[in-house]
């Protein structure tokens, strides 16, 4: 997470709800979360469209 901050700042600058996501994930160790809620939120995202190779394995890594 911390590459991807570093590397991909402007973008998340540009993205309100993925900046948040990436900044809860590197501040707090334990948070709850709404496992549904988030993969609805970042469905549209690439890596986590449903068309890409590894959707869905991205995606359980980004919740757990």
């Not at 994930?25 to 469209?49: H, R, V, Y």
Request: charged share 30%; net charge negative; proline share 3%.
């Amino acid at each position: 997470m911390h590459i991807l901050e570093s590397m991909y700042a402007r973008n998340l600058e540009d993205n309100d709800l993925l900046s948040r996501f990436v900044h809860k994930l590197l501040t707090f160790e334990l948070m709850p979360l709404n496992e549904a809620e988030i993969e609805q939120q970042m469905s549209g995202f690439e890596p986590f469209k449903a068309e890409t190779e590894n959707s869905k394995a991205h995606m359980r890594d980004l919740i757990r």
